[in-house]
């Protein structure tokens, strides 16, 4: 079973509506991140959390929210999507404890479309 | 606004031959270096982590890291066809959140 779980896979939507991207882990991570890819940009990272009580503004978190609703659960929502947020997203979780707390291990990814 | 940067590719050579790929980053102090392997269209997979200055082996993957040129790099020995890939460099922020940044990652293409 994956360790780190997307839903959904693929999503195709047209303007204006909302979207909610889901994630999961079973890693027993604190840490969790959302990253959208598109080509030519590499990753960049939109939300992250430390812990259910901590979310914080990543370099393009404009247009998106976050809801961390437990320590394994880690949600992205595009209130009202329009097509430049058309991409490739990545939830990805790392764990605080150790020398490797920024060791991330990423989720399979959503190709959302916005039509 | 901290940065990694790569050659984006692609790095062609020839089975079997040595695939070097090379990151710089911006941030001096930055003190964690990452290199994931991934194919296209699926996800970023962690193959090496390197805390020290030197060299750290690990099967045909070697990372080496110099802080003081602030240069980290890969470099895969008897390259297979399957390696074909893009390898991302990630480094991570001296600040006090210590987030990673990611490069655009080399595209690697091994030549059967």
């Known amino acids: 079973d994956a360790d780190v779980t997307q839903t959904p896979r693929n999503r195709i939507t047209k303007t204006g509506k909302r979207i909610m991207l889901e994630c999961s882990q079973t890693?027993?991570?604190?840490?969790m991140y959302w990253y959208r890819q598109d080509p030519g940009l590499g990753l960049r990272l939109i939300y992250y959390?430390?812990?259910?009580?901590?979310?914080n503004k990543g370099e393009i978190s404009d247009g998106y929210s976050v809801s961390r609703q437990a320590q394994a659960k880690f949600s992205l929502s595009l209130e009202s999507a329009i097509p430049n947020q058309t991409a490739l997203y990545f939830c990805a979780t790392s764990d605080s404890l150790g020398r490797a707390y920024n060791e991330q291990f990423f989720g399979p990814g959503t190709r959302l479309t916005v039509l | 606004q901290k940065e990694v940067e790569q050659n984006s590719g692609p790095l062609s050579v020839p089975e079997g031959a040595i695939a070097s790929l090379n990151c710089t980053y911006s941030?001096?102090?930055?003190?964690?270096f990452f290199w994931y392997r991934q194919y296209s269209g699926k996800s970023p997979e962690l193959i090496m982590s390197i805390y020290s200055n030197g060299d750290k082996e690990d099967g045909r993957f070697t990372a080496q890291l110099n802080k003081a040129s602030q240069y980290v790099s890969l470099l895969i020995r008897d390259s297979q066809p399957s390696d074909s890939a893009t390898y991302l460099c990630a480094v991570n922020d001296s600040g006090g959140y210590q987030k990673v940044t990611f490069g655009i990652g080399t595209k690697l293409q091994v030549i059967p």
């Open positions: 890693k027993g991570h604190d840490r």
């Open positions: 959390s430390f812990d259910v009580k901590d979310i």
């Open positions: 941030d001096r102090g930055s003190q964690s």
